[in-house]
């Protein structure tokens, strides 16, 4: 946890003077959205809840193409069709990315 922090702190703060305030906002966003995805599947996405997959290492396609059928509700799931429908389609893809590789995909 406190790895990723530093890793994005140093990413904001790289970033930020480069392009402004837009990117930084999104950023953030994107990161509290990441943190709510980690309290639930894991940091890395690998976790020992019964009733959670773990979505380390899964394809990035197949997680973009779940959370797609989460929120339309085509997949539904209490608590996923919540969580998807907070998400565009670009987040998607970069929580997908992080929990495929494991790393910070801003
Ligand atoms: C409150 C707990 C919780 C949170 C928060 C949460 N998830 Fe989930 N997630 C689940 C559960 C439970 C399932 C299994 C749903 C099912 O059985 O269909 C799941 C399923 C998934 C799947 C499908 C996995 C598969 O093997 O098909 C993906 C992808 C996923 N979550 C991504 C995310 C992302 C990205 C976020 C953050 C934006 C997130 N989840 C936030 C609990 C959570």
Redesign the pocket.
Known sequence: MSVMKVKLAAFIFVLAPLAGQVPQLQAQESQK??N??I???GVDGSNRYS???N?KG?NAA??VE??KQ?KSGQ?P?K??SK??K??TEE??QQ??NY?YTGKEQH
Request: aromatic content about 10%; proline content about 3%; some cysteine.
């Open positions: 959205l990441l709510m995805c309290a639930c599947h009733s959670i997959p979505l899964q197949y997680m779940q959370l989460f997949r799931d608590t996923m969580v998807a907070l998400l987040q998607m929580m997908a929990f």
